[in-house]
């Protein structure tokens, strides 16, 4: 990372380790604790520096060499279709399709109803309000490197009081999940909101009837099956109304421009 908060990366600003993966942003959630901030505006069409989240999403992906991108949408998912619409030729190299849920099905839910959209093995995952700072090359090469079904983007924050946190064993895979914990205060790592899942996961996410990945298949799944790339790195969740007033800050000092 560079010394104003940029994630510098690797091999250079243009780097492809996304452009073999399909990308999958979990976005058909009903919003309700940024609705009274944002109306009848969807949560990936947040304005952010007059823009809205969703075009700084492309963007930061398009860094990481991203050439299909599928949004898996349900509550005001016409508005998002529209805007697609209306904004074709503005990201021309990147390909987005969008799944539209019948009624909210949860983060698993949403897997499964999109699976056969999902062609790649491994495929990124991300919750549709999450954005990291983190260098998704180096997280990319971790996952290929340990074969784990899944790993999970997890940062150290300082005061980990509004978080479920994430312990591992002493190979850093993953050894459980704690809840949220208000009286606790204290350093530890979170979920970045943001996986790498092997196509035999998603198979078992299709196969079977669970709605929450936190709740149902993470905290279901065998110690030591699921691994994390732990760094220390900003990360945000426009879905409330405190970090979406932070998102310009962080996302600018990450996506800035568009890329060339």
Same mark, same amino acid.
Request: net charge negative; proline share 4%.
């Given at each position: 990372?560079?010394?104003?908060?940029?994630?510098?990366?690797? &091999?250079?600003? /243009?780097?492809?380790?996304?452009?073999?993966?399909?990308?999958?942003?979990?976005?058909?959630?009903?919003?309700? /604790?940024?609705? !009274?901030?944002?109306?009848?505006?969807?949560?990936?069409? #947040?304005?952010?520096?007059?823009?809205?989240?969703?075009? &700084?999403? @492309?963007?930061?992906?398009?860094?990481?060499?991203?050439? +299909?991108?599928?949004?898996?949408?349900?509550?005001?998912?016409?508005?998002?279709?529209?805007?697609?619409?209306?904004?074709?030729?503005? $990201?021309?190299?990147?390909?987005?399709?969008?799944?539209?849920? !019948?009624?909210?099905?949860?983060?698993?839910?949403?897997?499964?109803? #999109? /699976?056969?959209?999902?062609?790649?093995?491994?495929?990124?995952?991300?919750?549709?309000?999450?954005?990291? =700072?983190?260098?998704?090359?180096?997280?990319?090469?971790? &996952?290929? #490197?340990?074969? *784990?079904?899944?790993?999970?983007?997890?940062? =150290?924050?300082?005061?980990?009081?509004?978080?479920?946190?994430?312990?591992?064993? +002493? %190979?850093?895979?993953? /050894?459980?999940?704690?809840?949220?914990?208000? $009286?606790? $205060?204290?350093?530890? @790592?979170?979920? *970045?909101?943001?996986?790498?899942?092997?196509?035999?996961?998603?198979?078992?996410?299709?196969?079977?009837?669970?709605?929450? @990945?936190?709740? =149902?298949?993470?905290?279901?799944?065998?110690?030591?099956?699921?691994?994390?790339?732990?760094?220390?790195?900003?990360?945000?969740?426009?879905?409330?109304?405190?970090?979406?007033?932070? #998102? =310009?800050?962080?996302?600018? %000092?990450?996506?800035?421009? +568009?890329?060339?």
């Amino acid at each position: 990372m560079s010394s104003d908060g940029r994630v510098t990366l690797r &091999h250079s600003a /243009r780097a492809q380790c996304l452009a073999a993966l399909d990308v999958f942003v979990i976005a058909g959630g009903l919003g309700s /604790r940024i609705g !009274p901030v944002l109306g009848d505006i969807p949560k990936l069409l #947040a304005p952010i520096s007059d823009r809205p989240y969703l075009a &700084h999403l @492309l963007d930061w992906l398009r860094r990481f060499g991203a050439t +299909r991108v599928v949004l898996g949408l349900g509550h005001q998912a016409q508005a998002v279709i529209d805007y697609l619409d209306l904004n074709k030729g503005v $990201h021309k190299d990147l390909t987005v399709v969008t799944v539209t849920e !019948p009624r909210p099905l949860g983060t698993a839910g949403a897997i499964r109803f #999109a /699976r056969r959209q999902l062609r790649t093995d491994p495929v990124l995952i991300m919750n549709g309000d999450s954005f990291a =700072e983190a260098d998704l090359c180096e997280f990319v090469e971790h &996952h290929q #490197a340990v074969n *784990a079904k899944a790993t999970l983007l997890c940062a =150290e924050v300082d005061d980990a009081d509004r978080y479920g946190r994430v312990e591992l064993d +002493r %190979n850093g895979r993953i /050894r459980g999940f704690i809840e949220k914990d208000p $009286h606790f $205060h204290g350093s530890s @790592l979170v979920s *970045a909101g943001v996986y790498l899942f092997s196509a035999a996961l998603l198979d078992e996410i299709a196969a079977g009837d669970a709605s929450s @990945l936190e709740h =149902e298949v993470f905290a279901c799944a065998p110690a030591g099956s699921l691994d994390a790339f732990a760094r220390r790195f900003r990360f945000i969740d426009i879905g409330t109304p405190e970090s979406l007033a932070l #998102a =310009e800050y962080v996302i600018s %000092n990450n996506v800035g421009s +568009r890329p060339a």
